[in-house]
């Protein structure tokens, strides 16, 4: 079962996370949205870490705070609970940009009001490590168990160099996001400056203006009517075009 077979420490820990990053570099080719690349992340580190109950990202992005691919409703209760008491061994190791790693959470004492509500949950003990990227800590990964003491040495190494993979392939994700807002905000602008072209070329034609003189009548419906230019020339280009139907 996931998160529940014995860690074979026999096996060099280059070869484990070799199976894991295999896995994840189909992730780019196949998976274009964070959340569902995030899922699979959660997946991975909950089927790769030992004595792994659940498993979950935090990702922080212009400062906002927010969980993805929690593996169960457990994890994304923990982690809203972090996100709404401001602590947590998630946030922690996100704002120090160091592994955290909690044996007992019966004995933890730095987060006073999370771990209690942690147990409630059944929580006995947490691993998180940061996402770096370059100069960017883009949240953290990490695992919980139901049992104290599951977590070692080799769980930490691990779980830090799946982390990093994991956070390339979440700045990759972001950054295609990103690339394509821009791509679609750059169509609508150009579709906009088409707009404007036409509703210029209405106004030539039907007062016999020069461009200039249409440009300044087109500025003066939108100030008039209170609104943008592109939309002031969609108004005229639309009205025309119903009145040519």
Known sequence: MPGNRPSDHHIPLT??????????????????????????????A????FGSAGAGVSVVDSGRRGSSGATDERVRQADVLQYDLDEGPCLTAAATRELVRVDDLAEEQRWPRWTPAALSLGLRATLSAPLVAGDTCLGAIKV?????????????Q???????????????VQAYERAKRLSD??????????????????????????ED?????LLRRAQQEGTTVALAARALVDSTARRRR
């Open 15 to 44: 070869d484990e996370l070799a199976a894991v990053v295999a896995r994840m570099s189909g992730l780019l080719l196949t998976h274009e949205t964070v959340e569902t690349s995030l899922g699979l992340l959660s997946s991975l």
């Open 46 to 49: 909950h089927e790769t870490v």
């Open 144 to 156: 919980y168990a139901e049992r104290p003491g599951v977590f070692d040495a080799h769980s930490e």
């Open 158 to 172: 691990l779980l830090s160099l799946f982390s990093a993979q994991a956070a390339v392939l979440v700045a990759n």
């Open 185 to 210: 905000g750059m169509r609508e602008a150009v579709r906009g400056r088409d707009v404007v072209s036409i509703a210029k070329g209405v106004l030539m034609a039907r007062s016999h203006l020069d």
């Open 213 to 217: 003189s249409a440009t300044a009548l």
